[in-house]
C-alpha cells in the first residue's frame, strides 16, 4: 500500500515573498546587469557607501583587471552578448547561452561597428559571470549595513517562522494525545510544506532559527521525552556545524532519523520534520567538482540577521562577517568552500543553480531527487498556497510539471490560496468566486491577472481563493504577525474540517 501520509498544506514560496526584503526579481536582475554594462549605477543609491563602493570595484576591477577571476567569471563576453541585443530578458539569455553551450558554438557580436567573436569557452565564463552576478546582487540587497540584514524588515518573517513553529509543537501534542504512532509519518511528518523557488535562503534561515530557539528550550512531550523540530531538504546535503570551528562532517535531519531515534524499544527523544525543498538550488551550496556530492555551509554563526547563510562572496568586503574556516579555504579564498567529503575546494562556479532556460537541462542528480519530492508533495497535497510564486508565464515546463504532478489529485478535493499583491486593489480579505473573475476583467496589473488566470486553468475557480495583499502583510494584524491569521491562511476551517490541528484519519 502507497504512503497515506503527506503534508497536507504546500507552501509554493517564490519571489513575490520576499520582495518586501528588497531581493530583486528576476526581471529586475537583467535590467541591472544592462545597467552595469551601461556603466549605470543608479541602482546602489541608497545603499550602504561600503557595500556601493565593494559592488562597484568589483565589476568595474576585480572582474574586469584580476586575471584569474575575470576568465572564470568572464564579464567582458557578458557585457558583449547582452550588449547586441539589451531588450533580452533573463529567460531568453540563459536559454541562449545553453544553446550555445550545448551546441559547442561560439558567438559572434556586432556592436559599434566591430565584430568580436567569443569562442565556446567565453561564452561558458559569461554564463558562469552572470549566475555570480545574481548571488553578489542579492546579497547585497539583503543588506542594511555590511553584513547584516534590516532586523525591522526581517521581524515579521521570523515571528512567521516562529508561529510555525509552534503551531508545529501544537500538533505534536495533539497527535500524541490521538495516539498517533511515533514512528510513523502520521505523527512526525509536518502537515505544512515549504517548496522555495527562490534561490535565497531567508525562509529557511528564519524556521532553522525559530527551531534553535524551541530546541533549546526543552519541552517534554506526556511520556517525559523532549520534544526537537527539524527540517528535511528531500536530498542529503552534507555541510559543517554553524558554529563550530573545526571542518567536520555534518548533516541536516532526515526521514530515516525519525523512524530511528522515535523507536518505543530506544527511548531518548521525539523528533518531528517538516519538508523545505528547493528545486532550483540554494545560495551557498556546491557539488564538487572533485567526488559529485552536495554540499553547503549554512553560514558560520546562528545570529540571524548576519548575512552569511548567503555563503561567501568572492570579495571579503561584500560579506563581511565571513570566515574561511580551513587552511585550503584560507589559502584560495575568493568564495572558497572546502568539500568535507573529499577536501577538495569549490568555487561559486560550482554552484548548481537551475535557470529559467527552454534548452535541454544538464541533470544536476541531487536537484532531480528534490524535483521528484516536489512532484510527490504536490500529488499528495490537500492545499496549495502560492506564496508570491506566480507560475512562470515564460516557463512552460514549470506549468506542465504542475499540471502532471496534479493530474492525479482529485480536482474537486484540492483546494488552493493565491497570495499576491496589487497597489490598486484595495479590499482587504479573501477573493473567491465570481469575484476573481470580476477582478481578472477590470485588472490592470497584468503580471498578477495573468498568474491568477494561470493557477485557474491547472485549478477548478471554486476552489480557489485570493488575497491581494501582499506578504507579510496578509499575516499581520496591527503591526503583529497573527496566529489565527497563520491558521487560516495554511489550514482554513471551510477546507480543513474542524481546522487546525488538523485530522489524519
Ligand atoms: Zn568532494
Redesign the pocket.
Known sequence: MSEKYWPETVILWGAGATKSLGLYATRELIQIVVKINKNDFSFLEGKNEKLRYAFKKLVTEDLVKDPILCKIYDLEALQLIIGTNTKVNMHELFTMLDQLIGNKMGFNAFISGKTYFLRRERVEGAKRCLILLIEELERLSIQFEPGYMNKDELTPYYEFSRTLTDLMKEEAFEFDKRGYVRTSRRFYLYSYAIISFNWDPIIMWNIFNAHKEFNDKSVFLNCGLKLRLFDDFGTQIAGKKIDSINNEIWYTVGEPQCKRINDYEYPSRIIRIGKILFPHGIFDSRV??????Y?TTFGGSWCRLSTEVFGPSIVDELQKNWKYRSEKELKSRHGAIE??????I?YPSDMPLIMQTMAKKQSIAPLEEVKTEVGLLMKNAKHIVFAGYSLPIDDIMVKTFFMSSIAGNDKRRLKCTVLNYDKDYSECGWITGDKISDYLKCSTNKEVSECIENVCDIFDIENVRVSLEGIPNIFMENGKCSREKIKDLLYPKEYFKGGFPITRD
Not at 288 to 293: L, R, T, V
Open positions: 564538487c567538482p572533485e567526488c559529485g556530492k554540499i568539500c568535507p567529503y573529499c577536501g577538495q569549490t
